[in-house]
């Protein structure tokens, strides 16, 4: 699986390793993708996401996965995240 955030899309980023000496290696740049499971409070179930650290805060500053997920673009997320917005529209919008 790709080291991929799939509510933020944060994923890897290459850069240098500079040595005192000014030598120059490439390494790269891992987010901290953890996997976790994340309560939908309109659909009263749970969903298993890849997630970095930063958006998992994000999603407690917001108040949890459906208004983080209302308030995110589309752009941003990843397939499986899309759908459960998608529910969480029809299910917010039957209320």
């Known amino acids: 699986m790709a080291r991929r955030c799939e509510l933020t899309g944060k994923g890897v980023l290459t ?3 500079v040595s005192h000496a000014k030598n120059r290696n ?4 891992l987010p901290n993708v953890q ?10 179930r749970s969903f298993s996401l890849k997630v970095s650290a ?3 805060r ?3 500053h917001n108040g949890g996965l459906d208004k983080f997920l209302l308030k ?5 997320l990843s397939l499986q995240a899309r759908r459960v ?8 919008a039957t209320a």
Do not use: P, Q, W
């Open 15 to 17: 850069g240098n390793n």
């Open 26 to 29: 490439r390494r790269r740049f």
């Open 35 to 44: 996997e976790v499971r994340l309560m939908s409070e309109a659909l009263g």
């Open 54 to 56: 930063s958006a998992l």
């Open 58 to 60: 994000s999603v407690e």
């Open 72 to 76: 995110s673009r589309d752009t941003d």
């Open 85 to 92: 917005k998608r529910d969480i529209k029809k299910a917010t």
